[in-house]
């Protein structure tokens, strides 16, 4: 037979709301959520792969809105070419009979949702096997059949699953419902395309994470990928290629300031030179260190100018420890209540018998004190 070619994807997530970004960017993260389909498909035509294989977390819930799954299903008709091959994951479990059943209806030729743990030749010389959730904590391990099933020697097998990987080393049994690291071993599979973490990630040379094809948060920075496999025969390596294939890049970066340094100069280095590639881009800065009242001001008025570039920006300032220097204390106030109040706030914050949660408390009222201040004098 020829080298076997596929793609590799899952945790999709469609219909994710996006709840905790700011209102203009919801829209945004949830077109690219269904646009991935057709990326995955160019992806698959690029390669020369015939089929697609989503390893679970299709929908984001057991109840997405009729839009979601139908256009989600149509998408995948697009190109009759590409075959999809999809299993429930734990967001999206078989337990969610009344979605699944009407997925089911209509549902076009070259897309195929798996409900049983059963091998499927889906061409000649290559069996799949599937272990569809059955609910969202299924209790035990569903891969174990697959050490069992026993198939033509002269074919490839492969899996598809959804769910968490024991961690290596120590002596204590594995917790229910988790896949051995060695499956593919056990089970003599030339591959196990694993979904349920994020993040790309690969167990040993046959089993790998495909991570999702669009991020969904800062746990994992830059793009989504996909893995474009490649199997020359039974027994053979996989080359496993990484494909980014995601819209929005997301990153977390660090900001150490100290005192001295021009904090709004600092934040500029760290973001993202080509600033039309920005509207496509979610970064949060957490800064920490220190700084002065003035230029923990300054790098407020930085972050807000910068925020309209981006789909999301955000700057974290709890680990910012202020350093208050008595021409900001003169900037407030040279006397009077506000000088007053200021001392007080200046002297909470750096006392050291306080917890340090009340201690940045007493420092971010300091600095919001300074900064109202700023906005009405300018």
């Given at each position: 037979m020829s080298a076997f070619r596929f793609i590799h994807s899952s945790d999709l997530h469609l219909g994710r709301r996006f709840g905790s970004l700011p209102e203009e960017a919801r829209p945004r993260l949830v077109e690219a959520r269904h646009a991935v389909i057709a990326r995955l498909?160019?992806?698959?035509?690029?390669?020369?792969?015939?089929?697609?294989?989503i390893a679970g977390d299709i929908f984001d819930s057991e109840t997405p809105t009729d839009g979601v799954w139908r256009q989600a299903r149509a998408a995948m008709a697009a190109d009759p070419s590409v075959r999809w091959w999809l299993i429930p994951g734990n967001h999206d479990s078989l337990a969610a009979e009344s979605l699944w059943r009407r997925f089911r209806d209509g549902c076009p030729a070259n897309v195929t949702l798996i409900a049983d743990p059963e091998p499927i030749e889906i061409e000649p010389g290559v069996i799949l096997l599937p272990c569809p959730l059955t609910r969202r904590r299924p209790g035990r391990d569903l891969t174990d059949w697959t050490e069992s099933c026993d198939t033509d020697p002269q074919a490839l097998r492969i899996g598809l699953a959804h769910g968490a990987i024991q961690g290596f080393g120590g002596d204590d049994d594995p917790a229910e419902g988790i896949i051995p690291p060695d499956r593919a071993?056990?089970?003599?599979l030339d591959y196990l395309a694993l979904g349920d973490w994020h993040g790309q990630m690969r167990i040993d040379d046959r089993c790998w994470y495909s991570g999702t094809p669009e991020r969904d948060g800062f746990r994992h920075d830059g793009r989504g990928m996909c893995l474009a496999v490649e199997i020359a025969a039974p027994g053979a390596t996989p080359l496993v290629e990484r494909v980014e294939c995601?819209?929005?890049?997301?990153?977390?970066?660090v900001l150490p300031l100290v005192p001295g340094q021009s904090a709004a100069e600092a934040l500029s280095a760290l973001l993202p030179t080509d600033r039309a590639a920005r509207r496509d881009q979610l970064i949060r800065v957490r800064a920490h260190g220190r700084a002065s009242l003035a230029d923990q001001a300054a790098l407020g008025a930085a972050a807000r100018d910068a925020t309209p570039e981006f789909c999301h920006f955000a700057l974290e300032t709890t680990a910012l420890m202020t350093d208050v220097e008595p021409a900001d204390l003169d900037e407030?106030?040279?006397?009077?209540?506000?000088?007053?109040?200021?001392?007080?706030?200046?002297?909470?914050?750096?006392?050291?018998?306080?917890?340090a949660a009340a201690r940045r408390i007493s420092a971010a009222a300091l600095g919001r004190l300074y900064g109202y201040l700023q906005e009405d004098r300018g």
């Amino acid at each position: 037979m020829s080298a076997f070619r596929f793609i590799h994807s899952s945790d999709l997530h469609l219909g994710r709301r996006f709840g905790s970004l700011p209102e203009e960017a919801r829209p945004r993260l949830v077109e690219a959520r269904h646009a991935v389909i057709a990326r995955l498909a160019a992806i698959a035509r690029d390669r020369g792969a015939r089929h697609v294989m989503i390893a679970g977390d299709i929908f984001d819930s057991e109840t997405p809105t009729d839009g979601v799954w139908r256009q989600a299903r149509a998408a995948m008709a697009a190109d009759p070419s590409v075959r999809w091959w999809l299993i429930p994951g734990n967001h999206d479990s078989l337990a969610a009979e009344s979605l699944w059943r009407r997925f089911r209806d209509g549902c076009p030729a070259n897309v195929t949702l798996i409900a049983d743990p059963e091998p499927i030749e889906i061409e000649p010389g290559v069996i799949l096997l599937p272990c569809p959730l059955t609910r969202r904590r299924p209790g035990r391990d569903l891969t174990d059949w697959t050490e069992s099933c026993d198939t033509d020697p002269q074919a490839l097998r492969i899996g598809l699953a959804h769910g968490a990987i024991q961690g290596f080393g120590g002596d204590d049994d594995p917790a229910e419902g988790i896949i051995p690291p060695d499956r593919a071993r056990r089970s003599r599979l030339d591959y196990l395309a694993l979904g349920d973490w994020h993040g790309q990630m690969r167990i040993d040379d046959r089993c790998w994470y495909s991570g999702t094809p669009e991020r969904d948060g800062f746990r994992h920075d830059g793009r989504g990928m996909c893995l474009a496999v490649e199997i020359a025969a039974p027994g053979a390596t996989p080359l496993v290629e990484r494909v980014e294939c995601g819209a929005f890049a997301w990153a977390e970066e660090v900001l150490p300031l100290v005192p001295g340094q021009s904090a709004a100069e600092a934040l500029s280095a760290l973001l993202p030179t080509d600033r039309a590639a920005r509207r496509d881009q979610l970064i949060r800065v957490r800064a920490h260190g220190r700084a002065s009242l003035a230029d923990q001001a300054a790098l407020g008025a930085a972050a807000r100018d910068a925020t309209p570039e981006f789909c999301h920006f955000a700057l974290e300032t709890t680990a910012l420890m202020t350093d208050v220097e008595p021409a900001d204390l003169d900037e407030i106030d040279h006397a009077g209540a506000l000088r007053i109040a200021a001392e007080r706030l200046a002297t909470d914050a750096a006392d050291e018998a306080r917890d340090a949660a009340a201690r940045r408390i007493s420092a971010a009222a300091l600095g919001r004190l300074y900064g109202y201040l700023q906005e009405d004098r300018g």
